[in-house]
């Protein structure tokens, strides 16, 4: 893939904001009015990066979004969805259908900086790597979760969460220090972020995301496993 920003927005004063401030921050970074256009540019060039509106002509975020998911060149690229809608159930919804982070608008942009730099640096390869916990297998650099043998789909930041919690166990993270590890940024308003990404990594972990625990007034840990390989 190319080191390029796409960015699908129909609204033009925000599709120009972006574009030029990504741009003169030495991104290169390219809008899109209409999916159609996405998508003819995807035939040519895969970026590095998508930003996402969801309410969008012609077809919605959340479709486009299923569609580059389900094809297995674009499975792991990763999309950041900007939305008018900032509802925890259309967050949840976001993150079900495997975007990596989500901004509701009006947003600003140097959170929107901040956020696009952390989940690029955070698609680098893990170092080769093994986590075992009861019937839970992770291998972060070849992007593999299972529970009992079977695979468990996991978005971006579900993903790194866990691989955070499984290198360093027993150990309490704040939810203020989860979104400066994984997110790249601390803002207190925020913190709803976190529990939401816990409880639907919890969710698809099944009966293994119980070894995620709250820890009442502080934040989250995961109890002791063992680490393997290298």
Not at 132 to 155: F, M, S, W
Not at 166 to 193: K, N
Not at 205 to 216: W, Y
Request: glycine share 8%.
């Amino acid at each position: 893939m190319g080191r390029r920003i796409y960015l699908v927005e129909d609204d033009g004063s925000i599709r120009e904001l972006v574009t030029y401030t990504l741009n003169s921050q030495g991104m290169e970074a390219e809008g899109f009015a209409q999916p159609s256009a996405f998508w003819e540019a995807m035939k040519k060039e895969k970026p590095a990066l998508v930003l996402l509106d969801i309410m969008l002509p012609e077809e919605d975020g959340l479709s486009i979004l299923k569609r580059l998911r389900s094809d297995p060149g674009t499975q792991k690229l990763p999309v950041i969805l900007l939305t008018a809608k900032g509802s925890e159930y259309d967050t949840v919804l976001g993150l079900d259908s495997g975007a990596d982070d989500y901004i509701p608008k009006p947003f600003r942009m140097m959170e929107l900086l901040s956020r696009i730099r952390a989940l690029l640096r955070r698609t680098e390869e893990s170092p080769l790597l093994e986590y075992r916990l009861g019937d839970l297998y992770v291998c972060p650099a070849q992007h593999i979760v299972k529970v009992n043998g079977e695979t468990v789909t996991l978005t971006l930041k579900e993903f790194e969460l866990l691989c955070l919690f499984l290198s360093d166990p027993e150990t309490v993270f704040t939810r203020s220090q989860l979104l400066d590890r994984i997110w790249g940024y601390s803002f207190g308003g925020e913190s709803r972020t976190v529990d939401v990404h816990i409880r639907t990594l919890r969710q698809k972990l099944g009966a293994a995301g119980d070894a995620i625990e709250t820890v009442r007034g502080i934040g989250y840990k995961l109890r002791r496993t063992e680490r393997e390989g290298a």
